[in-house]
């Protein structure tokens, strides 16, 4: 079993920054693939970025590429999702999610996850 919570969701302006985070349980941490989801009212679940539990890899939504960076610490068996420049339609609650891959350098921004956080809100004005 993995226990996933998400933090440092808020209101910001429109080209401004958050960073959230996903604080995992356990000690497999560095076993499991991890996603930041996001979902907006009214809108489908989507994929936002992915990293691999070796951390070689990572993939990103075409939406937020080259503004969103995530990133893992292992130290702290924790990711993170650094949102810059973000735009209303940025706005949504932010889930993360793991998965354990037989590769340690795959990850997925559309395949299932057998584990989420309970979400962080995002609210963007313009």
């Known amino acids: 079993q993995v226990q996933l919570v998400e933090s440092g969701g808020g209101l910001v302006q429109a080209g401004g920054s958050l960073r959230v985070s996903c604080a995992t349980s356990?000690?497999?941490?560095?076993?499991?693939?991890m996603g930041w989801f996001r979902q907006a009212p009214g809108k489908e679940r989507e994929g936002v970025s992915c990293?691999?539990?070796?951390?070689?890899?990572?993939d990103t939504a075409d939406s937020v590429k080259g503004r969103f960076t995530i990133s893992r610490d292992k130290t702290k068996n924790t990711v993170y999702l650094q949102m810059n420049d973000l735009k209303p339609e940025d706005t949504g609650v932010y889930y993360c999610?793991?998965?354990?891959?037989?590769?340690?350098?795959?990850?997925?921004?559309?395949?299932?996850?057998?584990?989420w956080g309970q979400g962080t809100q995002v609210t963007v004005s313009s």
């Open positions: 990293i691999s539990s070796s951390a070689r890899t990572t």
């Open positions: 999610a793991a998965e354990s891959y037989a590769h340690s350098a795959i990850c997925s921004l559309t395949d299932y996850y057998a584990y």
């Open positions: 356990g000690r497999t941490f560095s076993s499991y693939a």
